[in-house]
């Protein structure tokens, strides 16, 4: 890997189909919905628009209530905004690039033709999502590099030989990450040109995620044996990355490169611990958001459609109940 590629390998098989009769009426609609909702970033959006110099609400985030914050000028506290912004706003950029890419490799891989043509309108999708996102952060600030958890997420995904984890693996758990937090980004933001292409996006992930599903709960079915338990294993294994716990005292798993826009307004890593001694309400609240967003990414969005493709089961579901996100799902 450098700074401008990163090269990843796969045994992937491509499959003919030559059967070209429709097999799946749900998937043929959903293709139906694909070419009527198709969008052009570049003329339903009006691009001329100025960003809000506040991009994000910052009185919604705990950093508000420190005094670290408060002693910035209010320039520091712009920019600061408008690079955590950024910074977060290019993972998603990142991840749209994923999709594009695992997206390509299912038209290869997946074995039914109505499944290789939705993902061909899939993958579309996808490149309007990179460059609408490449457009918004170009214009707001800089595209910051790649998280680590994420990388290595799009990484399992991509490198995978079976075409199954690939659908487990970015239409459920990173579209349902993309979903919970386009829609958390979208509560925090006032900016009318953010929230309009953020609502356009949305209603694209949200057919990907019915399609993945559509998809996997037939493929689920026919796996037998070990390869249901790997997909299982491998549902689980991409959750878990998603979570920060703290191993030996250090945080490990979830997305903590967004720090390093501290630095950039001139906080420093001991200024950042200084300030946690000092006020232990601002950790206390950064955690409850981070239980917040969680809630949104696995109760309402990625453990209901685990569960209903039988990948939470007996086997499974403690180990989702150890990483704590199951607590608002055990009555569901
Ligand atoms: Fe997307
Ligand atoms: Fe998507």
């Known amino acids: 890997m450098d700074n401008e590629r990163t090269e990843v390998h796969t045994d992937l098989e491509s499959i003919f189909h030559w059967d070209y009769s429709v097999k ?10 694909a070419k009527r909702d198709q969008w052009n970033v570049s ?21 508000f209530q420190t005094e670290l914050y408060r002693s910035l000028s209010d320039e520091n506290k712009v920019q600061l905004m408008r690079k955590f912004a950024a910074w977060r706003l290019s993972q998603f950029l990142h991840g749209e690039q994923g999709a594009l890419m695992v997206c390509g490799q299912l038209v290869d891989a997946v074995p039914d033709l109505d499944a290789k043509m939705n993902a061909a309108a899939q993958v579309f999708d996808e490149a309007r999502h990179v460059e609408a996102f490449r457009k918004y952060i170009t214009k707001l ?33 990173a579209e349902g ?12 933001s006032k900016d009318e040109l953010l929230r309009e292409m953020l609502e356009y996006i949305m209603k694209d992930e949200s057919r990907h995620v019915g399609f993945g599903m559509l998809a996997l709960r037939d493929a689920v079915t026919k796996l037998k044996g070990k390869d249901k338990k790997d997909l299982e294993d491998f549902a689980f294994t991409a959750c878990d990355m998603m979570v920060t ?4 005292g250090q945080p490990k798993d979830g997305f903590l490169s967004g720090a390093q826009v501290f630095d950039e307004v001139g906080i420093s890593a001991s200024d950042i611990e200084e300030e946690l001694k000092r006020n232990p309400a601002w950790k206390e609240a950064e955690e409850a958001t981070e239980r917040q967003f969680n809630s949104f990414l696995f109760v309402d969005t990625i453990i209901p459609c685990l569960r209903q493709i039988d990948l939470i089961n007996d086997r499974t579901a403690s180990w989702y109940r150890q990483l704590g996100v199951m607590e608002f799902a055990s009555a569901a």
Not at 45 to 62: A, G, K, Q, T, Y
């Open 24 to 33: 799946f009426p749900q998937m043929d609609r959903l293709y139906e919905n």
């Open 43 to 63: 003329t339903a959006i009006n691009w001329d628009r100025p960003i809000d110099r506040e991009v994000l609400d910052m009185s919604m985030m705990p950093m």
């Open 141 to 173: 600030d800089r595209i910051y590099p790649i998280d680590p958890t994420l990388e290595r997420l799009l990484r399992a995904v991509m490198e995978h030989d079976r075409w199954e984890p690939k659908y487990v693996g970015m239409q459920v758990v």
């Open 177 to 188: 990450l993309a979903i919970a937090a386009f829609r958390f980004m979208q509560r925090e």
């Open 245 to 248: 716990k703290i191993v030996d």
